[in-house]
């Protein structure tokens, strides 16, 4: 009996590169972000959900975060920043920008700040997220 050859399964569509970052480690979209002259890279992952949440900050959703921050003495100011930084970040990931998203004062440095805390990552993803969230601290600083 003459068989074709071996049917594979079906996978779904759209971009699939959880593990893959091990064998291929050219898929792998680090974001690295500049602060005051440091450069503070974030891991792929980390960086897709600051994106998310920026942007879906800018979209108004997370009323009751934003109402928490302002208890805390934190202005809607940087709310300004949110769909910016998120386009930065996306561009960065799809390698549409090279180098790294500098992060002057202002309002995208602001909302960065704000979202980072409120991203849950994996225990792997926080090393470059402390590091990015204390320079954003030390330039909202005066004299920053």
Do not use: N
């Not at 291929?24 to 500049?34: A, K």
């Not at 928490?68 to 300004?80: F, M, N, P, V």
């Amino acid at each position: 009996m003459i068989r074709g050859p071996a049917k594979r399964p079906c996978r779904p569509a759209g971009r699939v590169t959880r593990g893959l970052g091990r064998v291929y480690p050219w898929l792998v979209m680090d974001v690295t972000f500049e602060v005051s002259g440091d450069l503070l890279t974030l891991h792929e992952r980390q960086a897709t959900i600051l994106a998310e949440k920026l942007r879906l900050f800018a979209a108004g959703q997370f009323s009751d975060d934003v109402r928490k921050l302002e208890q805390l003495g934190t202005t809607r100011d940087w709310l300004a920043g949110t769909r910016e930084a998120a386009d930065l970040i996306e561009m960065a990931l799809v390698d549409e920008r090279s180098g790294p998203i500098r992060l002057p004062r202002g309002d995208v440095a602001d909302a960065v700040s704000q979202v980072l805390p409120l991203s849950h990552v994996e225990a792997s993803d926080r090393e470059g997220a402390a590091g990015l969230a204390e320079a954003l601290e030390a330039l909202a600083e005066p004299g920053g």
